[in-house]
């Protein structure tokens, strides 16, 4: 079989993706196999490919291909987000650049758009997950606005206002004026601004020259203004207990309240309260009966209670109304002021807070038993740092807001009667049967054209929230057999951004509606960051596009890259080296499967001691590696597993082992090293294959020669006997080798050039046994002795504790040898100094895992050891 010279992904991919597909390789039903499930985070129907979904996605299909090889029945579902505010504006856009308003349109109508759109828009982002190489159960793909998740949200609905969790009131809410719609606490994004503090003077009614000065970082809400709040034990404004205030430019009188919210520290003490337009205003108004004159319309433009300015935008407002009040006399001052600014999530407007009639879900009830399973850890966090931000989040949770004001989306099952009260049912038809049972005491007849459904639809979470028990219809058929199977799955990816829009109202709704956790680990992702540090964005230019990666570099590569420096919870600092770093491992790896695919074997040649300890020391060093490998994979570990991964097969397989074991310039192998190496090779392209899909599916048959079995069947490799004694030996042999061939470097003396190497020692102590062999082929030497005796016209060097010696031809430079020597003493004695400082340390000691420990202890006695043979060194040059 001719393999290629070079690896090329783009003739390998698509032919892989195409044969698992053809297979149903990614094919999952229950069965009796251990399951093993993860949900995709559904990405938004209206989204792209970018590189947080590429890591995301990489460590899931990381983490179902492991658990294939396992033996696990793996389940990876795929689906998307109908994104209700993201997928209307986009839907608006294309209608406005189609010149129709959506105002023009029934509800019908618009929802007939929409569907299009999806249609032709929304499996994009899926279609891009297969170039990654996902290996999704496509056959399972969901939406959340598909029949089942439909009917499944409704039924939820329902059945929690049934249990008295969701109502209806008007609240002081977060509203988008850009998205016209409420949105939740947690979709509110604070970022710091550089403000201006106005102090503004208000007049005291029956006055001509009394003022009472306030300070705001908004004074286009002073038109809204329904009372001055100062603290009731400031003396400064005692005196004016039951007098009034004139609001500045209409002169509206306003009482002056007394309350301790007030921080007498702030500005100058007194606060205007605008009840329609601030939180902490609202809660005020409330307690005071206030007057609530809301100023704004629904868009951010001024209302007509206003009374100035009606119509202007909110923000050109308050450079009109600063310079009206200067003119008047009312501006103090006006200082710059750092402040925190709540924007919409999803549309990066400012929000405004505003009193409205909302629909609503009581959450503290559920957040109990939600808390209290992460602190108990039946559901582990990874890292277990974003605990505590989970704690704080439940403990302090409010109830959520979960009506919006758009038309994509769960239209709210709510049904108004006449007189303007409600039933909650799934159809019409129910509803009208509730409702004749309301008014059945009143001798009133009712239609049922009478009744209105509610206009606004449900919060886009209040789909996802179910979406690990909807994705298997266990919302509508709480008993079938895959959601008996799979529930609960196993781990969940997802960012930590989103931890309280998602992971954590997913626990509640499993806690509620399956008595068990969706899942048993959270792997929280870091953000992708540039070279710079900042968030990758399109408006910055610094994201590059995945396709385009995955088609210059090839799709393993750009796993691998990503993966290489993203530990868990931790930002990944992207730049192009990383992906060039898993292409030149790809590389290595095809290089080096030519390299022994190329080797003749010899089936009479018996194998020399040589390659004989190489195998067996490859052996354990495999073995070990698994353990290790393994370890990390059960800590979520996986960039330090893939490390490991890289280790293993560019240092110790390519770098080392294949070295040892080359046959020399066209001479053949004997056959029980070249099995062994094959056998090496196939456990290591299984080892990798969860990384690196595609190449080493492409390998795997070149070394099968077999069209029809795939690696996604075999096994992962398992860890055998481990010889600690002869992994620690060959360490000893790495250093000498490197060693060597740093003086031959130094000393220029030709690689074809054989030398003798001479080891202080009475004889061969064991340190290398047939790794003497091993060192005479990679170091070129024509003898390797053992001796207590220092050649004359000699080049020393230190391996561990053990001094060497090159014998050399010409006359060895003294001055040159002397100073060398002395440098690295006084290296040695620093490290000395720097190790015995940390020993000393008893909060090192009595802290640091015992292992660290022994190994500072171990790194102070070779110190010392060196110190000794370099002492002795210098004083015998100098002799």
């Not at 205003?281 to 300015?309: H, Q």
Request: charged share 30%; aromatic share 10%; with cysteine.
């Amino acid at each position: 079989m001719e393999i290629a010279s070079k690896y090329d992904p783009s003739s390998v991919e698509d032919k892989w993706y195409s044969f698992w597909l053809e297979k149903r390789m990614f094919r999952s039903v229950p069965d009796s196999r251990e399951p093993y499930c993860i949900v995709i985070p559904p990405p938004n129907v209206t989204g792209v490919l970018h590189m947080g979904h590429m890591l995301n996605n990489t460590i899931q299909d990381i983490l179902v291909r492991r658990a294939r090889m396992l033996g696990k029945n793996a389940c990876w579902i795929p689906g998307t987000d109908h994104a209700s505010i993201a997928t209307e504006a986009k839907v608006v856009a294309k209608l406005r650049e189609q010149g129709i308003e959506k105002s023009s349109l029934s509800r019908d109508e618009f929802l007939s758009h929409a569907w299009e759109w999806k249609e032709k828009h929304g499996g994009i982002i899926l279609e891009q997950l297969k170039k990654l190489g996902a290996s999704c159960d496509w056959e399972r793909t969901c939406f959340t606005m598909d029949e089942t998740r439909f009917e499944s949200v409704i039924d939820v609905f329902i059945d929690l206002h049934n249990k008295g969790l969701i109502y209806r009131g008007a609240r002081m809410i977060n509203w988008d004026p850009k998205a016209l719609t409420a949105v939740s606490d947690e979709e509110v994004i604070y970022k710091e601004v550089q403000s201006k503090l106005y102090y503004i003077r208000y007049r005291v009614e029956g006055s001509d020259d009394e003022w009472i000065t306030i300070a705001t970082t908004r004074p286009e809400t002073i038109l809204g203004d329904t009372a001055i709040c100062v603290h009731p034990e400031d003396e400064r404004y005692s005196h004016l207990k039951g007098r009034k205030i004139l609001v500045p430019l209409i002169n509206r009188p306003v009482p002056v309240i007394f309350d301790e919210y007030v921080d007498r520290e702030f500005g100058t003490g007194a606060l205007k309260v605008t009840p329609a337009h601030d939180i902490n205003d609202y809660n005020l108004g409330l307690k005071y009966k206030l007057e609530v004159i809301d100023t704004f319309n629904p868009d951010g433009t001024l209302s007509e209670a206003a009374r100035l300015y009606i119509g202007e935008n909110r923000f050109k407002v308050r450079t009109k109304i600063v310079k009206d009040l200067d003119a008047e006399g009312h501006i103090v001052k006006v200082e710059d002021y750092t402040n925190k600014v709540g924007y919409s999530e999803r549309t990066n407007e400012v929000i405004e807070p505003r009193i409205s009639v909302q629909w609503f879900m009581k959450m503290k009830e559920l957040a109990r038993p939600a808390l209290e399973v992460v602190e108990n850890e039946t559901i582990r966090f990874h890292p277990a740092k974003y605990k505590n931000m989970y704690r704080h989040w439940m403990e302090n949770v409010n109830d959520w807001c979960i009506s919006r004001q758009l038309l994509w989306g769960h239209r709210i099952p709510a049904w108004y009667l006449p007189d303007g009260s409600f039933v909650v049912a799934k159809t019409c038809e129910e509803a009208f049967e509730l409702a004749k049972l309301r008014i059945a005491d009143r001798g009133s007849g009712i239609l049922i054209e009478d009744l209105r459904q509610d206009e606004d639809v449900l919060d886009t979470w209040f789909s996802s929230w179910l979406w690990p028990i909807s994705v298997f219809d266990g919302i509508r058929k709480p008993d079938n057999p895959d959601i008996n199977y799979y529930y609960p799955t196993v781990d969940l990816v997802t960012a930590p951004e989103i931890i309280f829009f998602w992971v954590a109202r997913m626990i509640m709704a499993g806690l509620e509606y399956r008595k068990a956790i969706p899942f048993r680990n959270v792997y929280f992702t870091g953000i992708v960051r540039d070279k710079q540090g900042r968030k990758m964005s399109k408006s910055l230019g610094n994201s590059p596009e995945p396709i385009e990666l995955i088609g210059k570099y090839g799709a393993d590569a750009v796993r691998m890259g990503m993966l290489l420096c993203s530990p868990a919870g931790n930002d990944l600092l992207y730049d192009d080296s990383l992906v060039e770093q898993g292409r030149n491992f790809c590389n290595k790896v095809w290089n080096a499967m030519r390299l022994v695919k190329g080797w003749v074997v010899d089936p009479g040649l018996e194998q020399p001691k040589s390659n004989q300890v190489s195998v067996e020391w490859f052996d354990s060093v495999l073995s070990a590696a698994l353990t290790d490998i393994n370890e990390q994979f059960n800590r979520y570990r996986l960039s330090e597993a893939l490390k490991d991964v890289y280790k293993l097969v560019w240092d110790d397989f390519c770098s080392w082992y294949l070295e040892m074991i080359k046959p020399a310039y066209l001479q053949p192998i004997d056959r029980r090293t070249y099995d062994a190496t094959l056998g090496f090779f196939e456990k290591l392209i299984r080892l990798m294959h969860p990384f690196m899909p595609f190449l080493t599916e492409e390998i795997f048959h070149i070394l099968h020669n077999s069209g029809e079995e795939s690696i996604m069947q075999a096994s992962l490799p398992k860890a055998g006997n481990i010889d600690e004694d002869l992994i620690v030996k060959f360490g000893f042999i790495r250093e000498l080798v490197m060693s060597v061939r740093a003086v031959r470097s130094e000393k220029k003396i030709p690689p074809k050039e054989q030398i003798p190497v001479i080891i202080r020692s009475e004889k061969n102590t064991g340190k290398s046994e047939h790794f003497d062999d091993v060192v005479i082929k990679l170091c070129n030497l024509h003898d390797l002795q053992y001796s207590q005796d220092k050649p004359a016209d000699s080049v020393s060097f230190i391996v561990g504790t053990t001094e060497c010696y090159i014998p050399l031809m010409q006359t060895i430079n003294l001055d040159e040898e002397l100073k060398k020597l002395e440098e690295e003493l006084q290296y040695q004695q620093g490290f000395l100094v720097s190790i015995m400082t940390k020993l000393d340390s008893t909060g090192f000691v009595n802290n640091a895992p015992s292992k660290v420990v022994d190994a500072e202890k171990k790194k102070k006695a070779d110190a010392e050891s060196r110190i000794r043979v370099l002492t002795e060194q210098i004083m015998s040059l100098r002799k």
